[in-house]
C-alpha cells in the first residue's frame, strides 16, 4: 500500500501531556503553549478535559484556558469530556470538538473508570446525542489496544469491537492507543488489518506510546496500512503511569521528524514545534523528551 501523501497530526500536549504533571501548571503558561502550538502550524489540538477536578487536578482550569487562547481558523481546539456533564461544560466553553474514551480491557475499564467496557460505552449515548443536536464532532479514543497492564495481550477482535461500537455511535474517527507501549510493528499491522474489517482505515488514528521505543516503528506500520492520522505530544510530554519511569506520549517532533524524511506533509513547522517544546519545558523544570529536540538544540 502506498504511503499517505499527508497526514494530520493530532497534538495532545496539553491535555495529555500535562495531566500527569505533579507541579501546578498555571492557565497562562498553558495558554501559551496551545498559542505556540498553533503558531507553530498544529491543526488539531487537544486543549484541556473537563473532568472532576478531584481525579484530574491539572485540568481544573480547561475553561479559562479555552476563554484565552487565540483562536485561529482552520484549527481545531478539542477537549476530552467522559460524561455529559463534562460535555456540557465544555459547550459552555465553547468548544468545538470533543472525546470520549473507553477500553479495550475489562480489567483497565474496571480499574480506571470502575466500570465494565459495556457500562462505559452506554454512558456515552446521551453525550453523543446531545453532541450530535449541538452539532459537535465526537472523536472516540480506545486504550490498551496492544497490551493492558493487568489482562497482558488484548486480542484484536476485542479492539475490534468496541472501535465498532464507538463508530456505530457517531465517533467520526477512532483513535487506537497503545497505553503501555509494548505493541510492536507486525502486531500493529494485524490489528490493524482486523479493525478495518469494522471501521474504515480512513476513521482511524494511532495513538502509540514510546514506553518500549516501539511508537515510530508502530506508525511506519500504520502508514503502510494507510493510517494518515496519529496522536502525539511536543516534546514527549506526559508520562506512563503503570510502567514506573518509563516514558509515554510519543514526541510530536519526533513524529514529525519521521513523517518529513518520507516526504510526507503535514503542515508543521519543526523550528516552531521545538520552540513550543522547550519553552513548556523550561516552565516545567524538565528535560525535552524528544530526541530530534534534543538533538538540533545541540548543534
Excluded at 21 to 28: G, L, M, R, T
Excluded at 231 to 260: F, H, I, M, R
Excluded at 265 to 281: F, H, K, N, S, Y
Amino acid at each position: 500500500m502506498n504511503l499517505p501523501h499527508s497526514v494530520r497530526l493530532v497534538e495532545v500536549g496539553p491535555r495529555d501531556g500535562l495531566q500527569n504533571e505533579k507541579q501546578p501548571i498555571s492557565v497562562a503558561d498553558k495558554v501559551r503553549l496551545v498559542d505556540d502550538l498553533s503558531t507553530a502550524g498544529l491543526r488539531y489540538i487537544e486543549v484541556g478535559s473537563f473532568v472532576s477536578p478531584k481525579w484530574v487536578p491539572q485540568m481544573a482550569g480547561s475553561a479559562e484556558v479555552f476563554s484565552d487562547i487565540q483562536r485561529r481558523p482552520g484549527i481545531t481546539y478539542a477537549a476530552l469530556t467522559p460524561n455529559l456533564k463534562g460535555f456540557e461544560a465544555a459547550l459552555e466553553a465553547k468548544v468545538e470538538e470533543v472525546a470520549v474514551f473507553a477500553a479495550a480491557s475489562e480489567a483497565f475499564s474496571q480499574k480506571n473508570i470502575n466500570c465494565s467496557i459495556a457500562d462505559s460505552l452506554q454512558r456515552f449515548v446521551p453525550l453523543l446525542e446531545a453532541a450530535k443536536a449541538a452539532k459537535v464532532r465526537v472523536r472516540g479514543y480506545v486504550s490498551c489496544v496492544l497490551g493492558c497492564p493487568y489482562d497482558g495481550d488484548v486480542a484484536p477482535q476485542q479492539v475490534a469491537a468496541v472501535a465498532r461500537e464507538l463508530h456505530a455511535m457517531g465517533c467520526y474517527e477512532v483513535s487506537l492507543g497503545d497505553t503501555i507501549g509494548t505493541g510492536t510493528a507486525g502486531k500493529t499491522r494485524v490489528l490493524l488489518d482486523v479493525v478495518s474489517r469494522d471501521v474504515p482505515r480512513e476513521r482511524l488514528a494511532g495513538h502509540f506510546h514510546d514506553t518500549y521505543g516501539q511508537a515510530l516503528a508502530n506508525i511506519y506500520a500504520s502508514l503502510l496500512e494507510g493510517i494518515s492520522v496519529f496522536d502525539s505530544s511536543v516534546a514527549g510530554l506526559g508520562g506512563c503511569p503503570y510502567a514506573k519511569g518509563a516514558t509515554g506520549n510519543v514526541a510530536s517532533e519526533d513524529v514529525l521528524y519521521l513523517l518529513q524524511g518520507l516526504g510526507i506533509d503535514t503542515g508543521v513547522d519543526m523550528d516552531g514545534l521545538i520552540a513550543a517544546g522547550q519553552r513548556i519545558c523550561q516552565v516545567l523544570g524538565k528535560a525535552n523528551g524528544s530526541r530530534v529536540a534534543r538533538a538540533r538544540l545541540s548543534h
